[in-house]
């Protein structure tokens, strides 16, 4: 049997998360965990073992969970996490970015900080199809969505099989509501 070693994008590091030390640590293939320790609640005390954490996937398709202290929770999305643990924050305007555009796919090489401008222009790929108003959902079917005016919310027309369809959806309702295409 021969000594092989694992890419270095494989190899599952931990680091602490950042505003919890010693309560949650994250690694670099995005798994969170909960670090083994006593707690107290008035005069009982509890140890927590560490454990993987379950993640939940978001109605935008991203994965979150709960993270407690002091008796209070925050819903975090897990690639945050990962990129403010493992990649160095150029400015604070900046954001996370899935590169392979998989937000399931929370591992530090696929996470990257870009512009707002930069994450907008990803957006827009998102098609791949060219149509616009057709925006790929992480289930494999498009969105039919598009804004009515300047600072106005997205309407949704609902979801469809291609992207086609989803632009012809979206281009009627535009119609319908007296906007112009």
């Known amino acids: 049997m021969s000594n092989i070693t694992p890419p270095p994008e494989l190899?599952?590091?931990w680091m602490p998360v950042p505003g919890y030390e010693g309560l949650y640590s994250?690694?670099?293939l995005g798994n969170v965990r909960s670090e083994e320790r006593v707690t107290t609640h008035g005069s009982f005390?509890?140890?927590v073992k560490e454990r993987i954490l379950c993640q939940n996937k978001t109605t935008n398709g991203y994965l979150a969970l709960r993270l407690w202290r002091n008796g209070r929770f925050r819903v975090v999305r897990v690639h945050q996490?990962?990129?403010e643990a493992f990649i160095e924050k150029p400015g604070d305007d900046f954001?996370?970015?899935?590169?392979?555009?998989?937000?399931?796919?929370?591992?530090?090489?696929?996470l990257r900080w870009v512009t707002k401008a930069q994450n907008m222009k990803n957006t827009k790929c998102r098609t791949a199809s060219g149509f616009k108003f057709a925006y790929l959902m992480p289930s494999g079917r498009y969105q039919a969505r598009y804004r009515p005016g300047v600072g106005m919310s997205m309407v949704s027309c609902g979801t469809y099989d291609t992207p086609y369809k989803a632009h012809l959806a979206a281009l009627a309702h535009r119609l319908e509501h007296h906007w112009n295409p």
């Open 11 to 13: 190899v599952q590091q």
């Open 26 to 28: 994250v690694s670099s």
């Open 45 to 47: 005390y509890r140890t």
């Open 81 to 83: 996490l990962v990129a």
């Open 95 to 110: 954001m996370v970015d899935h590169v392979d555009r998989n937000r399931s796919n929370n591992s530090a090489s696929n």
